[in-house]
């Protein structure tokens, strides 16, 4: 069973930063992971922002792409979301996403992993 666990999320005004954790427990597995940040706006679908996959690959939304970066530490039991020059626009609730694409008894991980989510609100 895995579990996730965001935090670093507030209230900022525009231009300033803020870093976002995602604490990741998978327990004991075999399984590897790709970590993925979403965000939801109110009233929104949940879109996605930033993605490390397990072989450190990187990817962005155009809209964030420039203003944020995502890292993992070396042991990837957490992710960063480095967030600079926030917009009102960013304001969301962000998402912690952890999910694989191997197969065999890693098969339920394919659907993902959800966090519980940290408010981002910038003014």
């Known amino acids: 069973h895995v579990q996730l666990v965001e935090s670093g999320g507030g209230s900022v005004q525009a231009g300033e930063s803020l870093r976002l954790s995602c604490a990741a427990d998978f327990g004991y597995t075999i399984c590897r992971y790709d970590m993925s940040w979403y965000r939801q706006a109110p009233g929104k679908d949940r879109e996605f922002v930033s993605l490390?996959?397990?072989?450190?690959?990187?990817n962005y939304s155009d809209s964030v792409k420039g203003r944020f970066s995502i890292s993992q530490d070396s042991a990837k039991s957490t992710v960063y979301l480095q967030m600079n020059s926030l917009l009102p626009e960013d304001t969301a609730m962000y998402y912690c996403?952890?999910?694989?694409?191997?197969?065999?008894?890693?098969?339920?991980?394919?659907?993902?992993?959800w966090g519980q989510g940290t408010q981002v609100t910038v003014s």
């Open positions: 996403k952890a999910s694989t694409r191997d197969g065999g008894p890693c098969v339920p991980g394919q659907f993902g992993y």
């Open positions: 490390i996959d397990s072989d450190g690959r990187i």
